[in-house]
């Protein structure tokens, strides 16, 4: 399956395809030939567990959803200026899968032209234009949300946060504004929420006005965080006060990932209904589709722009048969029930490892979003970034694939394709436990270039120090310190 060698491959990358698109782990990066269910395979066929890849969500190449693409592939493609049964089908299902306000579609190509598209819908209806995003957040790479991205705007050449975008706090329990140490978890989203509260109050007194809020339902690169409970009830009832609309991006965890509810919203009440809904990333199990619920009155404000809305390939039936069938795969081979069970299971052996290893934090998540707060001091939660890199790489070399996340990159993210088993979760823990465990043995931690304390070596000697000091893998090979992976983001 390999049509050349991988230092050809790596050739032509370098040579055309733009540097900013990055690669994981850059200095040794994985040739990916072909992929089966929670398995991914390199040019020599080797098997890595995907932990990370909650785009393929019900397993890499399902036969159910290939064999749907093919069989549609070879009748007929087009756009949806013509009738076809995939679109309406795909839109009653879709919309029956949410509560009943929400009955209107718009399908897209990716969640970055559904959030785009969501901003206008918003706008059009609340006509405003100022938007209240979360610090940290992450909705996409077309340049209407790198502005509502302080994930991307915060950047060293990110552009900086633009007049029209208000950042609220992160509601981080763990290690934000307000934590777990001083308040209760209902104290804790009513307070986060009061912060947005204040937000539209000054854009008011600025004679400024919320077009919309937005945020994801649990925040991924933001560090896998889950909100309070109260909070999302509380800020959508000052956003629509203030005129706004409210906006759930469910793009990384929507389609039953947090096992309860087919969407992550839903955690946080019956009664708390977005006004607009995006979706993606999973929808597809890896083929570009995506979509946006709203109300009749939204997408009716919409129309009244009197301005079309025409997606050359949203929407078309080979995409429409794909997105079936994931919604029939996730029915018929439960797979929510699957993500709760396996997820609460992860969750648990997890927490065993933080008595032994101070390393771990934080443990958080729900059904297969999971997140692991390392840190270099559990009072201080000091974030423990280069070990975290550490870590990543050496599961790498143990056929694992882990990714970091956070604003310090310091948090381990967990969010395999559905599929992942009790047999999985146990290798990976045990592996985890395994690299803690060298870790701890070297007696040495890695310490940043300008944290050397009183006493202690340099970090460049400390580096060397480990790289000495740890004789081997389980595989027999020489183990160093490695800092070679890059936070990007699926």
């Not at 001083?182 to 919320?210: F, M, Q, S």
Request: aromatic share 6%; charged share 25%; hydrophobic share 35%.
């Amino acid at each position: 399956m390999e049509s050349m060698t991988k230092d050809d491959t790596v050739r032509l990358r370098k040579r055309h395809i733009g540097a900013s698109c990055k690669l994981f782990f850059k200095h040794d990066p994985i040739k990916i030939v072909r992929a089966e269910g929670q398995y991914m395979y390199d040019e020599k066929d080797r098997p890595y567990l995907d932990c990370i890849n909650n785009v393929a969500h019900v397993g890499h190449c399902h036969p159910t959803v290939v064999q749907a693409g093919v069989e549609q592939m070879s009748v007929l493609n087009t756009n949806s200026r013509f009738l076809h049964d995939n679109l309406v089908m795909c839109a009653k299902r879709l919309t029956s899968l949410f509560p009943s306000p929400l009955s209107v579609c718009f399908f897209v190509n990716s969640g970055s032209e559904a959030n785009d598209l969501a901003l206008r819908l918003a706008r059009a209806h609340s006509k405003h234009h100022d938007v209240i995003t979360l610090d940290h957040a992450y909705h996409g790479h077309v340049t209407s949300l790198i502005e509502i991205s302080p994930y991307k705007f915060n950047q060293i050449g990110g552009g900086g946060k633009a007049d029209h975008v208000h950042v609220a706090p992160c509601p981080d329990s763990y290690r934000g504004k307000y934590r777990d140490t001083d308040h209760g978890l209902d104290e804790l989203g009513r307070k986060y929420a009061e912060d947005v509260k204040h937000i539209i109050a000054k854009a008011r007194d600025g004679g400024r006005n919320i077009a919309a809020f937005i945020s994801e339902s649990l925040q991924s690169c933001g560090g896998q965080v889950i909100l309070p409970p109260g909070y999302l009830k509380n800020v959508y009832r000052y956003v629509r006060e203030a005129g706004g609309v409210c906006i759930a991006d469910e793009v990384q965890v929507g389609f039953g990932r947090v096992g309860k509810h087919w969407w992550a919203f839903q955690l946080q009440g019956e009664d708390v209904i977005p006004d607009i809904c995006t979706v993606g990333k999973p929808m597809g199990n890896g083929h570009p589709v995506a979509a946006v619920i709203t109300t009749p009155e939204v997408a009716q404000s919409f129309a009244n722009t009197g301005v079309e809305y025409f997606n050359t390939y949203g929407g078309n039936p080979v995409s429409c048969a794909i997105a079936n069938a994931v919604l029939d795969v996730i029915e018929k081979d439960n797979l929510r029930e699957k993500a709760t069970r396996i997820g609460n299971y992860l969750m648990n052996i997890l927490r065993q490892l933080m008595d032994k290893h101070p390393i771990i934090g934080d443990i958080r998540g729900i059904g297969l979003f999971i997140g692991i707060d390392l840190v270099k001091d559990r009072e201080s939660r000091e974030p423990a970034t280069a070990e975290a890199q550490h870590i990543i790489s050496r599961m790498k070399q143990e056929f694992i694939l882990l990714s970091a996340d956070g604003p310090h990159r310091n948090i381990l993210k967990i969010k395999p394709p559905m599929v992942f088993s009790q047999k999985d979760a146990d290798r990976v823990v045990a592996t985890l436990d395994e690299v803690l465990t060298e870790m701890k043995q070297s007696g040495i931690d890695i310490m940043s270039d300008s944290s050397t304390k009183e006493g202690s070596v340099s970090p460049s000697e400390r580096r060397k120090l480990i790289e000495d000091s740890i004789e081997s893998e389980p595989h027999g090979k020489k183990q160093k310190i490695i800092k070679d992976s890059d936070g990007i983001k699926i």
